[in-house]
């Protein structure tokens, strides 16, 4: 069974600067398709960014040019840098294999300020 640990939220203000970071306890890791997710509250978690197993991303229009999503293969983990974060990016932010998912971690909660 698949682990994936989310880390590195926080509350910052509008602007704000944060690196997530999730780690997966398989190698297979390495040879997939990874994304990050997002969901606000009272809504459904929603696609925010893909990186293939190679390394190359694609992200969700709002996010172009604000988000950053890489991985490290070496160390099955992958990050998120989010910068010039907007209160709309509030929401608790899961990784996962794009598919067929694994168990669902605990998520790190992202919580930006006006």
């Known amino acids: 069974q698949v682990q994936l640990v989310e880390s590195g939220g926080g509350l910052v203000q509008a602007g704000g600067s944060l690196r997530l970071s999730c780690a997966a306890s398989?190698?297979?890791?390495?040879?997939?398709?990874m994304a990050w997710y997002r969901q606000a509250p009272g809504k459904q978690r929603d696609l925010v960014a893909i990186?293939?197993?190679?390394?190359?991303?694609v992200y969700i229009e709002s996010v172009k040019g604000r988000f950053t999503i890489s991985r490290d293969n070496a160390k099955n983990t992958m990050f998120l840098q989010v910068n010039s974060l907007k209160p709309e990016d509030t929401g608790v932010y899961y990784c996962?294999?794009?598919?067929?998912?694994?168990?669902w971690g605990q998520g790190t909660q992202v919580t930006v300020s006006s």
């Open positions: 398989t190698n297979i890791f390495r040879h997939v398709e």
């Open positions: 990186i293939d197993a190679g390394g190359v991303p």
């Open positions: 996962n294999q794009r598919w067929p998912h694994w168990d």
